[in-house]
């Protein structure tokens, strides 16, 4: 039996020496079964291993490696309100506001309770400075042609920085109220006022007739930003009949932290219109 096994293999040995001497296909490298060391094994690496092992590439090459798990601290800009600030203290512990960025009236009181809060950032994003936020020093007045309690309250939580005129509270006095008002701005005692008037045809008419005065009627917020952006509007004219308290504080946040300033080409053109007038 074992010799038959002998003349077997020896036979199988030369069919496979022919077939290769004949350029037949050759056998298939064989590999260790799986789970058998080799000699070559190597570890698998990890996730954070191979964004180490690229930074220490990208430093030693000179490149800038940015490290994406600490985010950008941007600030605050534009028309910041009260909300804004508060919201950031809350989820940073802190409020970066731009440098050039305003402050509600709201936002002005957020920011005196809360100094060590409150930082600015330097011209370059992200960097702070130990300076208090700027507080605004506009000053305007405010006149009723009647009453109305959210204005009584919104005013009130405003009387900081608004003023109400000793102009009789009747509609009779509106010409009157206009011409005190713009007198106050042309000689710099206020920046503007706000009108809350029942309609306002009249008041838009008046205010707009004088050379010192900017009115925009408030029909919503945008209306207002774009007043105050565009032609530097220094009064505001509120149908408080129309509009519940959260809209007036809105509108009011807008306009009161805004500095009412107009370009030359806005200037020429108003002038202008006094000429045709």
């Known amino acids: 039996m074992a010799?038959?096994?002998?003349?077997?293999?020896?036979?199988?040995?030369?069919?496979?020496?022919?077939?290769?001497?004949?350029?037949?296909?050759?056998?298939?490298?064989?590999?260790?079964?799986?789970?058998?060391?080799?000699?070559?094994?190597?570890?698998?690496?990890?996730?954070?291993?191979?964004?180490?092992?690229?930074?220490?590439?990208?430093?030693?090459?000179?490149?800038?490696?940015?490290?994406e798990s600490k985010s950008?601290?941007?600030?605050?800009?534009?028309?910041?309100?009260?909300?804004?600030?508060?919201?950031?203290?809350?989820?940073?512990?802190?409020?970066?506001?731009?440098?050039?960025?305003?402050?509600?009236?709201?936002?002005?009181?957020?920011?005196?309770?809360?100094?060590?809060?409150?930082?600015?950032?330097?011209?370059?994003?992200?960097?702070?400075?130990?300076?208090?936020?700027?507080?605004?020093?506009?000053?305007?007045?405010?006149?009723?042609?009647?009453t109305c309690p959210v204005v009584k309250k919104v005013t009130a939580e405003r009387q900081a920085i608004l003023t109400p005129m000793a102009n009789s509270r009747k509609s009779e006095a509106l010409l009157s109220v206009v011409r005190d008002l713009a007198s106050a701005v042309k000689s710099g005692h206020v920046s503007g006022g706000v009108l809350f008037v029942p309609t306002a045809a009249k008041a838009a008419c008046y205010v707009n007739r004088t050379q010192s005065l900017r009115g925009v009627v408030g029909t919503s917020i945008k209306a207002v930003e774009e007043a105050v952006g565009e032609i530097g509007a220094n009064v505001l004219i509120v149908e408080y009949l129309q509009h519940g308290s959260a809209s007036v504080n809105a509108m009011l946040d807008v306009f009161l932290a805004a500095k009412p300033d107009v370009n030359t080409l806005i200037q020429r053109a108003l002038a202008e219109c006094h000429r045709l007038s």
Not at 30 to 50: L, M, R
Not at 114 to 131: E, F
């Open 72 to 146: 950008i601290d941007i600030p605050l800009t534009g028309i910041i309100t009260a909300s804004q600030l508060e919201q950031a203290v809350k989820d940073k512990g802190y409020a970066l506001v731009a440098q050039d960025a305003r402050l509600t009236p709201l936002a002005n009181d957020f920011a005196r309770q809360h100094k060590d809060k409150i930082k600015r950032a330097n011209p370059v994003a992200g960097t702070t400075t130990s300076n208090p936020t700027r507080i605004a020093s506009n000053r305007w007045y405010w006149w009723i042609d009647g």
């Open 3 to 67: 010799g038959m096994d002998e003349k077997l293999i020896k036979a199988i040995t030369e069919q496979v020496i022919k077939a290769m001497q004949q350029g037949r296909e050759l056998p298939a490298a064989i590999n260790p079964p799986a789970g058998t060391c080799d000699g070559t094994f190597k570890p698998e690496s990890t996730d954070a291993q191979n964004d180490d092992t690229q930074k220490i590439a990208a430093t030693h090459s000179g490149a800038r490696v940015v490290d």
